[in-house]
Structures are given as C-alpha cells and as structure tokens.
C-alpha cells in the first residue's frame, strides 16, 4: 500500500500536520459544520492536522483532547487524556471554564484505536470510542450544536447512529475522497442539536 499518496505530498506541501486535514476540509465544505464564532472541541487530536484546519473557520480557542502528546499550537488547550476515561468530562469543563466557554458549538472525533487487521475487534473499538465521545460530551454541546465523528463501519453502526440522531435534527454518514478507498472509514455527520 502506498502511504504516501498524493493527499500525504499535499499536506507536506501545504503545511499540515497530517494528511487527515483534507478529510475535514471536505467534511467542512459540505456540511458547514464550524462557524466563525463556533467553541470546537476535537477528540483523537495528534498529531494536529484537524486542529490546524479547524482554526481555519473559527477565532475562537479549540479545546483537544489525545491519549498522545501533541506539539503545542497558538490558541488551543490541548488536554492529553483517554476518551475511555470516565474523569476526562471534568477536566474538559475546566478547560472550557479557563477558555470563557458556557457550551460548545461543536464535537468532531477523529480518534481511531490501533488497528489489529481484525475486522469485527476494530469495528467494535471504534465503536466504543464513539459511544464515549459522546457520552462524555453531548451534555457540553449546545442548542442547535454540530457533532462529526469517525468510526470503522460495521454491524453495530446503525445501532450508533439510531441512539444519537434523536437528539440532532438533521444526520448522514459520508466518506471523504480523502479517506483511503480500502478504508472502512466513515464519518457521521450530526447537525442541529435539539
Ligand atoms: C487518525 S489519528 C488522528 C489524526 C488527527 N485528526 C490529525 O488530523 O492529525 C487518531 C488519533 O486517535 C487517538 N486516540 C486513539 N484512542 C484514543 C483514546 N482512547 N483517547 C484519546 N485519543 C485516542 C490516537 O492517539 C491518534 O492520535
């Protein structure tokens, strides 16, 4: 499989952390998911790629949350920590207190565990951490608020997307050219919370 595809020569060229930036850049120009003024918090952050793009289309501070280390940025509170970790919702509200942040206007997860190669076991973990992400912070989305996140598709994804979508008014699962063709990859798209 060749990893350095002409997304990976891109993102070298064009500054991004990582070749992901393009996915959100797609996501971003069909569903228009971040606003200028929008307070953005993003899950499986590192090395960065979706960061820089986010501070593209909002002023305000990003709050980003990685179980890896993440170089610093200019106006991001990065939180190193485990989505799997029931206390990360504390430290999330302290870090909004310290931003001036009532309620969030947007979630975007990004975060994959490592893959084995096994179908159904990485299904099932990118699963879970979409059940967390949003377990831990749908309660810190605000009214009308916008949430995207990645998981491997799989048996249990309808089950996900059938649990959440009642609290939004509009969702669609999407697949950026971006994403690697053999990828299970997809993206859930949740806009207008209730
Ligand atoms: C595909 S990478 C994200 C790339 C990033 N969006 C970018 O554009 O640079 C997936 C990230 O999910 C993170 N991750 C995996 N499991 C996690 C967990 N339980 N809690 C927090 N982050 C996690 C990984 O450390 C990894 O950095």
């Not at 939180?79 to 999330?92: A, C, E, M, R, Y």
Request: proline share 3%.
């Amino acid at each position: 499989m060749d990893r350095k595809d002409k997304y990976y020569t891109r993102a070298k060229k064009e500054n991004y952390r990582s070749r992901a930036s393009y996915k959100l850049l797609e996501i971003q120009s069909k569903f228009n998911i971040i606003k200028p003024d929008s307070y953005v918090l993003e899950f499986g952050s590192s090395p960065g790629g979706w960061t820089q793009v986010v501070q593209q289309f909002t002023e305000k501070p990003v709050i980003s949350v990685d179980i890896n280390k993440m170089e610093p940025i200019d106006n991001v509170l990065f939180i190193q920590g485990n989505i799997n970790d029931p206390g990360l919702t504390s430290k999330i509200r302290d870090s909004m207190i310290s931003a001036g942040m009532n309620s969030l206007d947007v979630i975007i997860s990004d975060a994959m565990i490592k893959t084995s190669g096994n179908y159904d076991r990485d299904h099932y973990g990118s699963y879970l951490l979409c059940e967390n992400v949003m377990e831990r912070s749908l309660s810190l989305l605000g009214s009308g608020g916008n949430a995207v996140l990645k998981q491997f598709q799989g048996d249990s994804t309808n089950t996900f997307v059938n649990t959440w979508k009642k609290y939004f008014n509009f969702y669609k699962i999407t697949k950026p050219n971006a994403s690697r063709q053999h990828s299970r990859e997809v993206y859930i798209v949740f806009k207008g919370k209730i």
